[in-house]
């Protein structure tokens, strides 16, 4: 259980173009879900918190314009990556969180997304 | 200030070999503590966690880790090493239930094995 998927698992695209990840949770719902990026051999960077039906919380120096986040279901987010230029290449993990499950605020992540901007 | 540190950027040990990683957070009170490990160009899965309870948490893949308050540690542990265990691992602290909840991450440590 607590299957969590992203699509597609990678991309490449031209500068100044969008991009859509979409992040589904396969079995249970989302009541949270959890959008990083993650650089090379780095840590993980929490961008945003989306709760379902509400606007996304975004981290300090995140762009809310450039990076639009979407939590229209409780098993559906989608990450927009606006006018993508080549800095914005990255590696895109999201998680999900099912409070009702699980108490201790367990993250459930999906594979990720690598972006590649040319 | 929360945070989570992973003294060790990279582990080489032997295929067989014990292995412990460590793990330090700096937190007001008792948080949830995670361990994740992530194979390369995949997620994030998750190995064991502590709530609350027993301080020694078993988890999958033979791992284990203990909790330590004295110590504000939770350091990972394997008896026994294999080749498939190389992998980034990722000690994170979240918070008390309730309101706006995140994890916070460390660094991660790189681990190869040697057969």
């Known amino acids: 259980g607590a299957v969590v998927s992203q699509h597609p698992s990678w991309v490449i695209c031209k500068s100044g173009t969008s991009v859509k990840i979409e992040c589904r949770s396969l079995?249970?719902?989302?009541?949270?879900m959890f959008w990083y990026r993650q650089f090379p051999k780095q840590s993980l960077m929490l961008m945003a918190t989306?709760?379902?039906?509400?606007?996304?919380?975004?981290e300090q120096g995140v762009e809310k314009d450039k990076f639009l986040i979407n939590h229209a279901s409780l098993t559906l987010s989608t990450l927009t990556v606006t006018s993508a230029h080549p800095e914005d290449s990255s590696f895109y993990i999201c998680?999900?969180?099912?409070?009702?499950?699980?108490?201790?605020?367990?993250?459930?992540f999906g594979p990720g997304t690598r972006l590649t901007v040319l | 200030a929360q945070s989570v540190t992973q003294p060790d950027i990279h582990i080489t040990v032997s295929e067989g070999a014990s292995l412990e990683l460590r793990c330090n957070y700096s937190?007001?009170?008792?948080?949830?503590l995670f361990w994740y490990v992530q194979s390369p160009g995949q997620g994030l899965q998750l190995l064991l966690k502590?709530?609350?309870?027993?301080?020694l948490v078993q988890g999958i893949k033979g791992f284990e880790a203990e909790f330590k308050r004295s110590q504000s540690s939770f350091n990972l542990r394997k008896p026994s090493v294999h080749w498939s265990d190389a992998a980034e691992y990722f000690c994170?602290?979240?918070?008390?239930?309730?309101?706006?909840?995140?994890?916070?991450f460390g660094a991660g440590t790189r681990l190869a094995v040697h057969p």
């Open positions: 994170a602290v979240g918070p008390l239930s309730g309101g706006y909840n995140k994890l916070i």
């Open positions: 998680s999900a969180r099912d409070r009702f499950r699980d108490r201790e605020d367990t993250q459930y």
């Open positions: 502590y709530f609350s309870g027993d301080t």
């Open positions: 937190y007001g009170a008792t948080p949830y």
């Open positions: 079995d249970f719902q989302a009541t949270t």
């Open positions: 989306s709760n379902e039906g509400s606007k996304a919380t975004y």
